[in-house]
C-alpha cells in the first residue's frame, strides 16, 4: 500500500516526541522529535540501530563516548548498549533498527 504522510514536516518541537513510521518482521523506523536541550533518557536498543539526523544538532551518549551530531550524519550502534541523546537544538531524528 502507498501511502504519504508529513508527520516529519509537521512535528511540532515540544520536548521529546516519538513517532513509529513503519513496522514490519525485519525493522522499524521511528522519527524522534526533540526540542533544543531536551533529553531522550537512557536506554537500548532491542536490535543494532541506525540514527540519522534530519535536521538540528545533538550529542549521542553511548558507553563512555560521546558523538556530536548535525544534519545530515549518521551513526551506527549495537543492540543493548545503554545511550541517550541531548538536544543542541530543535532536532528531527530517525532510528532505524
Do not use: C
Amino acid at each position: 500500500m502507498n501511502e504519504i504522510q508529513g508527520i516529519i514536516n509537521t512535528q511540532n518541537y515540544d520536548k521529546l516526541k516519538i513517532d513509529k513510521l513503519a513496522k514490519n518482521g525485519s525493522y522499524e523506523i521511528l522519527h524522534i522529535s526533540l526540542e533544543k536541550d531536551a533529553i531522550f533518557p537512557e536506554h537500548t536498543s532491542p536490535t543494532n540501530a541506525q540514527l540519522i539526523v534530519l535536521e538540528g544538532a545533538i550529542i549521542f551518549h553511548i558507553g563512555q563516548k560521546s558523538y556530536p551530531l548535525k544534519k545530515h550524519q549518521y551513526l551506527r550502534f549495537a543492540k543493548e548498549v545503554n545511550h541517550w541523546v541531548q538536544a543542541m537544538e530543535n532536532t528531527n531524528f530517525l532510528i532505524i533498527r
